[in-house]
């Protein structure tokens, strides 16, 4: 989008529900008339509904659905997180471009946004399917001074800034499940992978992958998933929009981590605990490098590791696994 239409949409929300003539487009911008009337006719290519009356001028009734970093930042009150923001139409990862940005001395908070990826990964390397024009996939930079060891936690960070902004933008009650899915009515909604780069003494940045299924119809899963999953869409029976939604969640991490910054995991962990979909519960963790256990949840240690208490009453740290709630 052009430094002139992004304009003209801003004189749009301005005026709210008001026209706004040619004239006052035209002589804002320095343009002529006509050159409006092309940036009106390229606004509305794009799917920006604007209504044009004779003597009153233009009037914005409705914009697209897009995740443009333009419409993101529109709603952003975040101070770190989402300071830069790069969007993709297409691409094969977030992740990886995140990655390879953070290497080249990208800034803390940048973020990469996509309508689509091709080669979209979850965990333990799973396809993570990337549909257009209906979800959220972006990936963001963080630089935070901490040991290796502590990077894991800032994947609880995520799950909670997405369990918020669904709070924030629907009536519906997300779950948590360890490591990092979110789910709802106990299918998965949101799946949360982070990456680093790190030396011995200390962490070089992290990349906090986030998907979250918004607005995703049933016909659109793949049939071989491994798990049930959902969207937004499916459970509300309404869609929502998706720059209004990420914006919120950036905004929810942005005072997470500003909180993990200065009071370190423990808030953080707490809230985690209180949604977490297996309190008073049974799980069982496989493929965790301890065979297969079965116990009661019994919360999170301060690095994250999941406790599990045996039937021998002993708990059990588990750092790595499938975990299915039973």
Not at 106 to 119: I, K, L
Not at 301 to 314: K, Y
């Amino acid at each position: 989008m052009s430094e002139i239409t992004a304009t003209i949409l801003s004189l749009f929300r301005t005026a709210g529900d008001s026209f706004i003539s040619g004239q006052q487009i035209s002589r804002t911008l320095g343009i002529s008339r006509t050159a409006v009337w092309k940036h009106i006719k390229l606004l509305r290519l794009q799917g920006f509904k604007i209504e044009a009356v004779t003597s009153r001028g233009y009037h914005l009734l409705s914009s697209p659905d897009s995740l443009t970093g333009e419409r993101i930042k529109e709603q952003l009150t975040s101070v770190v997180i989402g300071s830069s923001i790069i969007y993709h139409d297409t691409t094969a990862s977030t992740n990886a471009d995140a990655f390879r940005l953070a290497e080249e001395g990208a800034r803390e908070g940048t973020t990469v946004v996509a309508d689509t990826q091709n080669g979209g990964k979850g965990r333990l390397g799973r396809i993570w399917s990337s549909p257009p024009g209906v979800n959220l996939y972006c990936s963001i930079i963080l630089r935070p001074e901490i040991m290796p060891f502590e990077a894991p936690q800032l994947t609880f960070l995520s799950a909670v800034a997405v369990a918020r902004a669904i709070e924030l933008t629907t009536n519906l009650q997300p779950k948590i499940k360890w490591p990092n899915d979110v789910l709802l009515n106990g299918c998965k909604l949101a799946g949360l992978l982070n990456e680093m780069s790190a030396e011995t003494d200390g962490v070089k940045f992290v990349v906090l992958g986030i998907g979250v299924n918004l607005n995703m119809t049933k016909e659109q899963f793949p049939h071989d998933l491994r798990a049930p999953a959902t969207s937004l869409l499916i459970e509300g029976d309404k869609p929502v929009q998706r720059a209004q939604f990420t914006a919120i969640m950036l905004n929810e991490l942005d005072r997470l981590y500003a909180d993990f910054k200065r009071f370190g995991f423990g808030p953080v962990r707490e809230e985690w605990q209180t949604r977490s979909a297996a309190n008073g519960r049974q799980v069982e963790i496989s493929d965790g490098g301890v065979g297969r256990i079965r116990g009661d949840f019994a919360g999170i240690d301060e690095s994250g590791a999941m406790l599990v208490r045996l039937n021998n009453g002993t708990v059990e740290r588990i750092y790595s696994g499938d975990v299915r709630v039973l």
